[in-house]
């Protein structure tokens, strides 16, 4: 895809290279929204058309990513647009301090932009990030259907070291666009938007350990001021994020290990990937039988692993009175073949050839929990969102001539 | 295989369309033991040549099957005999107390007939019929190995009704003779002349519970009496019959279901088949992935089950120093859908065409526990045995030609 390298736009509702009826009719009203318009920099108009329309007549499928501050969400981020090949990075030349991250199939954008309020703000209103009076939910919608629709957006900035909303960013349409953050499940209009949602759920005992290890070890806090900002932050993260989790297609739970009966130090996981039944376009992985309850410890006569080993779980199961398959991973890999084993056991994994998700494993083997059942399942979703993506495409290129025959 | 109708043979020693020399060195001298003989009725010598040599130059495969009494052996090998083909039935005009069962291509020998006390004897030496000085081990030894080599022998009879000893009978060598009772592994000799050996062990629990049933309700037994009988029984089991299973390739464990957390009337069984490793022609079957552990509920989304459901367990274990394979069903099935996605889910099943498994078990779905796992693994022990047998065979066809150019 070409990008051009536009920064600033100015003319409301001007369009260019646009020619579908849709561009118009959106109503956008807000200031901070800005549709792209024609730049000097550009004068080929068969490079500009490639501008509005990153995926031709497709529209841009839509991922959200739910997660609390603090639980992994860009390691899971850069494993997920790692499966569509290419880095993802910041916009070139852009603000320092934006969030987005752009690759050659995926944008990734930070909800936190949609902050209504600055640090400042919510300091004098009395309310948290977490809170949806301190996010603008209609701003948020509205480009977010602007972008899914094929239209660039100027997107605002939430400057995380400043606490405060620098100017905003152009968006163009990507084939995947990843919204990311707090809260991209609780409004239903943007869920409504969204192709696929995902919810990261770390437990509690998890993310205190989580928290300890990078606050206390590493920023010098004390055990007694981590303990007062989590539970600070629980009413709300109880009351506004925590629900979203009933309307993912997938939950990734990180949970202590059940492997260690006693000791735990929060360094083993266990991991359960969470997949709704009857999503479209969105097949569950499962382990040897589909529907059926499974246990199964890959350690044994052919596969020697080190204690406290290996456990995966599969099964059917019901999660906010969904049908759901549930795929679990205790403990953690030591070497390649412990990995190449268990994928050659998982099904409906949607790789493209054998031993995709190990080597996606593998090529960000330095990334956080890469030995366990986060480093597995998270490369396995980007795998079905690609999946995803791919199906999607092929149906809309199959429905596109029988529009333009009505037409 | 054309049988002679041939039942009482007088001449020691002397020999009928045997060419071979292995067949007079043996040195047998009991009484009882009698070399099959040429008989009046068989004048065509090409027939004649069949008698003696069921398998033609291999030798008869022998199996080893030991229990106690009252345990489904009777059961179990009509299962196994069954996959053979043909019906097993007792010699044709012979003694009608005879014990011994004639299929096609089994013999199944009861080892009763090697007591050397009757019950009156026994009952003056004080000694039960585990205890191996009422049993005639030489015999036993030098008769299996005879009918092994590929000669009839004249074995006794131990009438059950009776409880005396009847005039013997012939027993040709069958291409598999099974020796099925209380001490088949018990003598060192007798072990070694063993292709394949099986234990089933019924657990106190359920041995109690099936006594209870027959003995109470079918023979109007008090349940004291019972108990007594089995306490009697007891030390003999333990000291004489229960060590034989270190020997066995294969074990049938019956024991209560823990599906059922409290109240168990010992209707519903947990079974386990115990397959040693490492043992030639032998490869135990394995549920999804060999050599891992595993649990199963096939009952689930494409399977529905009615309470307690089933499970299965696989994995690698390790049984009286041996390494073996475990796997264990507990629960029942209810209906033949069950049956085949189960067997489809096992491997290394030696089948000949798919379902035969679930075949055999609709074919004696009269038998006792047809629905649980001895109705599942008695069959699958009888495929093993099958596959063990021609894989012996062609073995020996492979050697034949060898021998016969060194010779």
């Not at 839509?62 to 501050?69: N, P």
């Not at 409004?187 to 437990?203: C, K, M, Q, T």
């Not at 039944?277 to 020697?304: A, H, M, N, Q």
């Not at 050839?353 to 593998?362: A, D, H, P």
Request: proline letters at 6%; one cysteine or more.
């Amino acid at each position: 895809m070409a990008l051009c390298t536009v920064y600033t736009t100015h003319a409301l509702h001007s369009t260019c290279c646009v020619s579908t009826p849709t561009k118009n009719h959106l109503g956008f009203h807000q200031r901070q929204v800005f549709f792209y318009t024609h730049s000097n920099k550009i004068t080929r108009s068969s490079k500009c058309s490639e501008i509005s329309f990153a995926t031709g007549d497709a529209k841009t499928v839509v991922i959200g990513l739910a997660a609390d501050s603090g639980c992994g969400k860009s390691t899971f981020m850069r494993r997920l647009t790692s499966v569509f090949g290419g880095a993802a990075e910041p916009p070139k030349g852009g603000n320092p301090y934006s969030n987005t991250l752009i690759s050659d199939t995926t944008t990734v954008i930070c909800l936190d932009d949609y902050h209504s309020l600055d640090r400042t703000g919510r300091k004098e209103m009395g309310v948290t990030a977490l809170d949806p009076t301190a996010n603008n939910f209609d701003l948020m919608y509205e480009q977010v259907k602007a972008i899914k629709d094929g239209v660039a957006v100027e997107k605002p900035i939430y400057n995380h070291v400043t606490g405060l909303l620098d100017p905003p960013e152009l968006i163009q349409p990507p084939k995947i666009l990843v919204i990311e953050g707090l809260h991209p499940m609780f409004d239903p209009r943007v869920r409504e938007l969204l192709d696929f949602s995902i919810y990261l759920d770390i437990s509690n005992e998890v993310k205190f350990s989580w928290k300890i290890q990078r606050d206390m070890a590493e920023r010098g806090h004390s055990l007694e001021s981590i303990k007062a900002s989590i539970e600070a932050r629980k009413p709300d993260f109880d009351a506004y994020i925590d629900p979203q989790k009933q309307y993912a297609d997938a939950v990734i739970e990180v949970l202590p290990t059940q492997l260690i009966p006693d000791k735990d130090e929060g360094k083993v996981l266990r991991v359960r990937l969470v997949m709704k039944e009857g999503v479209k376009y969105f097949s569950p992985v499962y382990l040897f039988d589909e529907g059926s309850t499974l246990t199964w410890i890959p350690c044994g006569r052919k596969l020697t692993c080190s204690y406290p080993g290996i456990k995966f779980s599969y099964g059917p199961d019901t999660y906010f009175s969904h049908e759901v398959s549930v795929l679990e991973m205790d403990g953690q890999f030591e070497r390649l073949d412990e990995l190449i084993y268990v994928e050659n056991h998982l099904s409906n994994l949607s790789t493209k050839f054998y031993g995709e998700v190990t080597q996606q494993m593998l090529k960000h083997s330095d990334f956080p929990g890469s030995n366990n059942g986060t480093g597995l399942f998270q490369p396995i979703v980007g795998l079905k969102i690609r999946d995803l993506y791919e199906q999607i495409l092929a149906d809309s290129k199959v429905e596109s001539p029988l529009q333009a025959s009505k037409a």
